[in-house]
């Protein structure tokens, strides 16, 4: 999936910047500071807080998995994110991203816990990883926009593929639980650009969404505000604070994508620096 992901971003986002680039490249008299299309890579790390109940509602124990797991608290990704205006006006604008979230630990258990069908007494051996991919596709209208500010509502889909595996060895207990998730969840949000110089912004965003059907229940919530300077006319560095937390709970089997019963929540916060083509 990780591969696929990134293959898929990185070829649209590429094809779309290098398609267009005649086109930009002709229009001299465009001194608009939001450019048609822009393309980012760029790593993050972020401190991590993580908790899992696999089973029925009131018959498992839900896992902190930093404390009793002993899942790294720190962890670092990379993320690709591109996006296109696609009017004259610049006012419509298309986002596409994709980052990842691995994370493994290990640790010998000091206290007895119970995750799904898996018991694991007092000196067992857990091996454990949590893999979360997020690719996110969004459409934003600037409902304002002059030369300083772009104001813009947003709508879109996240798409989170969620892997969660416990391997548990020691003179008792041996065995294995594992959960995968693809949980899709819709967002809206908001998006506010301040261009301060010619060559330096502020940008933040919030995208925040809750869904509840039959036995089903997602929310998540995902902001951003940082700073970018563009050095010269294709090319910016940027750096951005980043706060991204997810609640997903299943207590049946029914709705597509989500094939356990139980409940995952994931919350980090981190820093974000990355390198920006523009067009």
């Known amino acids: 999936m990780q591969k696929a992901a990134i293959g898929i971003i990185i070829t649209v986002c590429i094809f779309l910047c290098l398609g267009s680039g005649a086109h930009a490249r002709d229009d001299k008299k465009d001194t608009s500071p939001w450019l048609k299309y822009g393309l980012s890579a760029g790593g993050m790390t972020n401190l991590s807080s993580s908790q899992v109940r696999l089973g029925a509602k009131g018959l498992a ?28 006006n610049r006012r419509h604008r298309l986002d596409l991203g994709w980052y990842s979230l691995r994370r493994q630990g290990s640790t010998t258990i000091g206290r007895p816990i119970e995750i799904g069908d898996l018991v694991l007494p007092i000196g067992t051996t857990v091996n454990t990883s949590f893999n979360i991919d997020v690719i996110k596709g969004k ?121 356990f019963i139980g409940r995952i929540g994931y919350t980090f916060q981190g820093l974000m620096a990355y390198i920006k083509l523009y067009f």
């Open 61 to 88: 124990l839900g896992v902190d998995l930093e404390e009793f797991l002993g899942l790294n608290v720190n962890a670092s990704s990379f993320r690709v994110e591109g996006y296109w205006r696609f009017t004259q």
């Open 139 to 259: 459409y934003s209208y600037s409902f304002f926009q002059d030369d300083r500010f772009d104001l813009a509502f947003s709508a879109g889909l996240y798409v989170l593929p969620i892997d969660f595996e416990v391997n548990a060895t020691g003179f008792i207990a041996q065995g294995a639980e594992e959960a995968s998730i693809t949980a899709p969840l819709p967002l809206l949000g908001l998006r506010g650009d301040f261009a301060v110089t010619d060559n330096f912004f502020l940008l933040s965003s919030f995208e925040l969404f809750y869904l509840e059907i039959g036995d089903y229940r997602g929310g998540i919530f995902d902001g951003s505000i940082g700073g970018e300077y563009k050095f010269s006319d294709h090319f910016g560095l940027g750096l951005s604070v980043q706060h991204f937390d997810i609640r997903v709970e299943a207590s049946g089997s029914d709705f597509p994508g989500v094939d």
